[in-house]
């Protein structure tokens, strides 16, 4: 052990450029997969300072998760909504030893109004009762508390911006036209989000929602810790949600309780993919170099090395290597953990106060990961050179080894048609199903191919060969004959380059087809000619009154939420969220077209529920059923259901009569309402009578700009997809370039050769050029080819047109960018090559 210890130390020392690929590899990947480590433990723990709830010890909130009855402690779903508490719990939290008091605070929107009528803008702004005040604590800088209805206590930041002191007069808006307060106070602090304080009976009537709280403050008694506070309010909860710390703003700010969904989900998600690439390009870079030594492994054998000494030496190498890269890498990650973090705020999908949770778990996870990677890719690539005969072992390494082996061939072709069968899923299946089944389609393909590439690059070669030596007599004819002889080299140079180019097609326009498809639905199914929309949401009574004014022939509000369902599949219970509407059944009808198939929308009313037909087809429903499943704020339903439809994209699963689903969502707010004109009507007087409305922040606009129901969290989800794609794309670019240089370092002797028997610097330029250009090719044609099947089977399947949606300009700079890398990155390596005398370059040691 000890001998082949320091033979493998001795190897590292001498061959420091050899491994420097693998190097690379491991350090890149392990940082990347210590980043995804990083998020997901954020989106498990992170947060941002909590400013209303400073003072509270504990804080008590509705219950953020949906965990059915049968499931096992994996199987939940965090709700889309705010969740509430019942007002009475905090009588019953007073009583419990080490509370000094516990206080209900009502949360709901309340925005000032301007002197000429718009809706005053900077943070979110929200109403609140005074008494909960003292849970930040908010401190007045001047005056009294609200002690009548019509009184209003302003935080200094939103005072100072609405230019009125105490004593004044202010117009503000909740969930009705706008209602004049008197100034009574100023408090001090400045939060994420401006306060407004009224009184406790006043905020409760304003937050439209009888007995229930957002949340439950709890003062804790001199001498009481957080911890054991919160174990003793647990104890008398009911189910409700118990946080210290920065968890509590989870529940202060709705926004961080869906970032830390969100980032659990795409670390999750992007993770995997990280994950798998890793794995691939160690594996495919530590079989480059090992392959690079088949001389020394082949002299080891004829001096008597035996099969478990060669497989000793090349496991000891390699997890030295991967160690010192796993912990540089995973050093690394953290950088790249703080750019993606950053990168996330600016796109908008993150807070630009959410900070990052730094634990050592990802970190060692991370280096165990890249070491388990490493040492497995060592495995299978050590099986050749240390099971062959010793007199074979000798013949391979002069010649390649053009054959593969009958379990990798059977392998890669395997996995390439299993990849062509997932493509066909979105024929049959639609939504984000079918466009994550045609991503990892794509990856299958390339990794099928990856396995095969030899075999498949030898194909392509064969016929290629031919014309190069046409093309370019002595240059062409070198660069075919080598890339022929060699399809081995030139296939670990295809591979990774074909890999980027497929997964950064895969990834854009795979979610573009969903979006496009989506929006297509949408436009097709809006009959209405305006949308009404207002920064934040609209007001209840807006559909009423739209519907009063003249020309208008029908008005209908829109809601957009999300429920959960509980699905049985075999011991197990799934849970999942499903995009949803509320909508006007009297009324929907006139402004908009759903595709319904069985039933009547006009009966969306009351304890009813519209279902799509493949949803309905899944639950086993039809009309008449009774159907079970979550609000979004975690409430279980249990609703006859009265129709089904088949817009399900411009929809969603479940329609909701409005009624009920305003009262399962946080701000008690409309998004849109829809308004169809009468026949005749004069357009820009319905528009200037739908402007007149005396609701401050109403926006008029034509239908055809409708969103789709979840086009906001569709376009985060693609931002989000897109930066995480780019981190992969770009660990992808470095292992192509790594690769390159790899196989092309590696021929300086054979360059040498060549200009000593008369090719001259020039013609050996020209064909490293000829070689990279037909490596390049190879590349991006597979790599298009590969991704372009499912793609164009997603479109069929949600468009009806094979043609893949989105620019294609990003398809010509990603097929640019290709190019250059390849080309730049063998015509640096050659020319490096090159810089050796031959004389000097033939007798330097392999």
Known sequence: MVNVLALAWQTIRSRLGGFAGAFIAILCGTAIVAACGILMESGLRAGVPTQRYAAAAVVVG????????????????????????????????????????????????AQVVTRDGQVLGGPESLGHNWDAAVLAPFTLRGGDAPAAPDEVVLDADLARRADVGIGGRVRITTRSVPATFKVRGIVDGRSRQSALFFTPERAAELAGRPGQAHAIGVLADTGVTPETLADRVLAVVDGAEVVTGVERSSIEFPDVGRTRTMLLAIAGSFGGFALLVA??????????????????????????????????????????????????GSVLGLAVAGGLRDA?????????????????????????????????????????????????????????????????????????????????????????????????????????????????????????????????????????????????????????????????????????????????????STTADYVLTGAGGVSPEVASAAARAPGVAAATPVIRT?????????????????????????????????????????????????LSRSEADWLDKKVGDEVSFYFGDGVPAQLRLVATYTHDLAFGDFVLPVALARE??????????????????????????????????????PASVIAAPDGGERQAQFYLNLVAAGVIVGYLAISVANTLVLTTAQRSREFALLRLVGTTRRQVTRMMRLEALA????????????????????????????????????????????????????????????????????????
């Open 62 to 109: 509705g219950d953020r998760t949906v965990r059915p009855p049968g499931a096992d402690a994996l199987s939940f779903e965090q709700v889309g909504e705010e969740p509430t508490v019942p007002v009475a719990l905090a009588g019953r939290i007073a009583t419990v030893p080490g509370v000094r008091s516990a206080v209900a605070e009502q949360s709901f929107p």
């Open 279 to 328: 794995v691939f390009v160690v594996a495919s870079t530590l079989a480059l170099t090992i392959n690079q030594r088949r001389r020394e492994f082949a002299l080891l054998r004829a001096v008597a090395a035996t099969p478990r000494q060669i497989r000793k030496l090349i496991g000891l190498e390699t997890t030295v290597i991967a160690l010192v890269a796993g912990v540089l």
């Open 664 to 701: 399962h969502i946080g701000g008690r707010l409309d998004d849109s309402v829809l308004v169809r004109r009468q026949p005749g009507a004069d357009a820009d007087a319905v528009a200037s009578a739908l402007r007149a409305l005396p609701y401050p922040g109403l926006v008029v606009a």
């Open 344 to 524: 996330f705020a600016a796109i908008g999908v993150l807070p630009a106060d959410f900070g990052l949770a730094i634990g050592p778990l990802p970190l060692l996870a991370a280096v165990l990961l890249g070491l388990g990677a490493a040492r497995l890719a060592a495995w299978a690539a050590a099986r050749r050179p240390s099971s062959i005969r010793p007199v074979e072992a000798l013949g391979e390494a002069a010649v390649e080894r053009r054959e593969l082996g009958r379990g990798r061939v059977l392998t890669g072709w395997g996995l390439v048609l299993a990849g062509f069968g997932g493509a066909l899923v979105p024929l049959f299946l639609r939504g984000d199903v079918a466009a994550a089944t045609s991503s990892m389609a794509t990856l299958v393909i390339v990794i099928g191919l990856a396995v095969v590439g030899p075999q498949v690059t030898g194909l392509v070669l064969r016929f290629l060969a031919p014309v190069l030596a046409r093309l370019w007599r002595i240059s062409g004819y070198l660069a075919g004959a080598n890339t022929h002889a060699n399809a081995r080299r030139v296939a670990a140079a295809v591979t990774p380059l074909m890999l980027s180019v497929a997964f950064a097609l895969a990834m854009f326009y795979g979610p573009t087809a969903t979006t496009a498809a989506t929006q297509q639905e949408t436009a097709r």
């Open 562 to 610: 999300s429920v959960l369902t509980a699905t049985t599949v075999g011991d197990s219970v799934e849970v999942q969220g499903s995009p949803a509407q509320g909508l006007a059944g009297d009324q929907a009808g006139a402004a908009l077209e759903l595709g319904v198939d069985a039933g009547r929308i006009t009966d969306l009313t009351g304890a009813t529920v519209a």
């Open 775 to 846: 490596t390049v090719g190879i590349a991006v044609v597979a790599g298009t080819l590969v991704a372009l099947v499912p793609l164009g089977l997603l479109n069929i399947g949600l468009r009806g047109n094979p043609v893949p949606a989105g620019s294609p300009s990003v398809y010509f700079g990603v097929i640019a960018g290709a190019v250059v890398l390849g080309m730049v990155a063998i015509g640096v390596a050659t020319s490096v090559a090159l810089r050796a005398r031959p004389i000097d370059a033939i007798g330097v040691r392999e």
